[in-house]
């Protein structure tokens, strides 16, 4: 049985991929360019600010960051859990589980969301981008996460929705759940997620419940 469980938050626990492109393609708006949705995804999703700014030749890669973290607490403020996501914590927080967040997205408003969701509470530990040099898909915010809470990887289940989760958690030595909801299909590569060997995969929170449940009976 797993002592601990990492989650993803953005695409893992709420359904954000609209409240990123809104805060992108604002952000790029007050630089003067117009960015289609489709070369966000592709071109800055999973990507240093830094990077993103030599990209697109903007001109201060601070004001950059500090404007899409401003609009993305914004977009941020209308999100949902998805189904079965309070639940989940909720068995595992009785179950004694430790739980932390592991996300490449900035930290204040992760947070905030947290709190404006309800689910705080649950994470004994937030690894954001402000508390890594490396991001995902290499192991430093997974180890980090795990150093935080004084947990075994061995005994670690790493809930995500991309290839980066997945590649992050088993570069850490933990074992590697992926959600892949209906949703996410025009988003990732069904077939590079399932060649990445996930050590679970699941379309709802009730399939991930059931996969706990069967480790505990």
Known sequence: MYSTILFDFDGTLASSLDAWLVAFQRTFASFEQSISQETIVERCFYRAFAEIVVE??????????????????????????????????????????????VTSAPGKPVESALHALGIDSFFSSIVSADHVTNFKPHPEPVSTALKNIDSRASATLFVGDSIVDILAGQAAGTKTALFFPEAHKPLHDYQQLMDAKPDFVFNHYEELGSYLGELLS
């Open 56 to 101: 697109f030749g903007l001109p201060n890669a601070l004001q950059f960051e500090e404007m899409l973290v401003f609009e993305l607490g914004k977009a941020y403020e209308r999100l949902t859990l998805f189904a079965g996501v309070r639940e989940i914590l909720q068995d595992c927080h009785k179950q004694k589980i430790k739980l932390a967040i």
